[in-house]
């Protein structure tokens, strides 16, 4: 285990809260306390609030593109620098396996130096020419300009990730930013406030860190007026709260929230492709994936076959301890998170779904918050555990007759984040994938996220992008101004 950092970044300043009050973090492999974070109050937010405010109307952070650049390229090479210390954190609050730390750590280490230079490549003034009005002809200019002050609430499941998905695109857009990491993971949000505070020349006030174990905290941040726009990742009830929060004083927000993904599994499908790899996406990261395809729908044709490549596939997957390299399934983050994927497995069997493998904790790891990969077959698609997030090492199996129930059953929910078409026949999986009502698809395991692609859900998965050129445009509004020619 390592602790991280137990101070915030508020105004410049590496600092406690007044009353020196702190809170466990729990590495959730051994169940012990790993060390303690900030436990930051709601006067705490308002000072970083209040210093974000400050550095972004009276300093030249916003306009100085250059500088900016730079003080970016130097947050990139001391991350470089201290990758292994920060990865060792990760795997201590978090659990994730060592082995697959590379995209909570390696990626968005790269992803600083991504925005920051296409920050600097972006065209900040566009000259439209001249349009014809009653009075004459007029020159438009279209002027890209910051939002202002960029509150960031971040979940805990993947954190240095979304902790720089979240801020660093925003500080290159020139605006300032106030970061509120999750309860169960301070360090990665304190950590990333301690490299910005030492190593870098973002000057005081540009970028804040307010830990704090309280969800009043992160509510304060989005109801002050003083913020202009709130980007948040976790869950839908979370992402609604913001929302209305930030309505009085009429927020931009980017919410990426909570998904009930489908695999559409159709009959010509490559099971012994598709389905290991299904059951991998559900085991790696514990399930704790927003993105995760974990409603399987399989036709009813070959419904036995592919039930037992998923059962051999979860059944020997490698699990454990996250420190030895090889295992690839580490435990939930919390005895909480642990409870609630166990009660919605059990919600599961009293709708009538069978339990083919898994279903509870493993014999062999009796300490650490494991839960066994699980598979449930004859899934009803309106049954509680086919509707709500699991966020679990848990796959719910559907059968269906005809490429249309499929598509019917897939769109059955509130949510539209992502989903997943298996098919030998491209058109026919093309045809299936965009009649999918989500915001992304991955057809035969390849993936549609990256840093150049836009991501983002439909209806109840959320608003706006990260990703692609799209996730750099959000941080920015356009201010048209009307010239003569
Ligand atoms: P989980 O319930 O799995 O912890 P959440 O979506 O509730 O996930 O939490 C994600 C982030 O949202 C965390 O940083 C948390 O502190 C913050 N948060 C929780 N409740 C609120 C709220 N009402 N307003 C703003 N932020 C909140």
Known sequence: ??????????????????????????????????????????????????????AFDTSDWSRDLEFRHH???????????????????????????????????????????????????????VDTGLHDTPLGPARRKLHYEPQGVVGAITPWNVPLYLNIAETVPALMAGNTVVL??????PWSGSELGRIVAEKTDIPAG?????????????????????????????????????????????????????????????????????????????CVMSG????????????????????AVLQASMENFPMGDPWTPGNMQGPQISETQRRKVLGLIASGLDSGARLVTGGGVPEHLATGYYVQPTLLADVDPDSQIAQEEIFGPVLTVTPYDTDDDAVAIANNSIYGLSGEVSSADMDRAMAVAT?????NVSI??????????????????????????????????IKTIGMPE
């Open 180 to 185: 509120k990491p999750a309860q169960l993971t």
């Open 206 to 282: 540009v970028f804040n860190v307010v830990t704090s174990n309280a969800n009043e905290v992160g509510a304060a941040l989005s109801a002050d007026p003083r913020v202009d726009m709130i980007t948040f990742t976790g869950s839908t009830a979370t992402g609604r709260a913001i929302l209305a929060a930030a309505a009085p004083t009429v927020k931009k927000t980017l919410l990426e929230l909570g998904g009930k993904s489908a695999h559409i599994v159709l009959d010509d499908a490559d099971f012994n492709s598709a389905l290991p790899l299904a059951a991998m996406m559900a």
């Open 435 to 439: 009649r999918m009502r989500t915001g």
């Open 1 to 54: 285990m390592l602790a991280g950092e137990a101070r915030m970044l508020v105004d410049g300043e590496l600092v406690g809260t007044n009353s020196g009050a702190t809170f466990d973090v729990v590495h959730p492999a051994s169940e012990q306390v790993a060390g303690t974070a900030t436990d930051g109050t709601v006067d705490d937010m308002e000072r970083a609030v209040g210093a974000a405010r400050r």
């Open 71 to 125: 003080c970016l390229m130097q947050l990139h090479a001391a991350l470089e620098a201290d990758k292994e210390r920060l990865r060792r954190i990760l795997i201590t609050e978090v659990g994730c396996p060592v082995t697959v730390t590379g995209s909570q750590i390696e990626s968005p280490i790269a992803e600083v130096k991504h925005w920051a230079d296409h920050g600097r490549a972006f065209e900040y003034l």
């Open 444 to 477: 035969n395991g390849k993936s549609h996220f990256g840093i150049d692609s836009p991501f983002g859900g439909t209806r109840q998965s959320g608003l706006g992008y990260r990703n692609g050129a799209q996730g750099f445009t959000e941080y920015l509004h």
């Open 288 to 307: 704790q994936s927003c993105v995760l395809p974990s409603r399987i729908l399989l036709p009813r044709s070959r419904y036995d076959e592919g039930l």
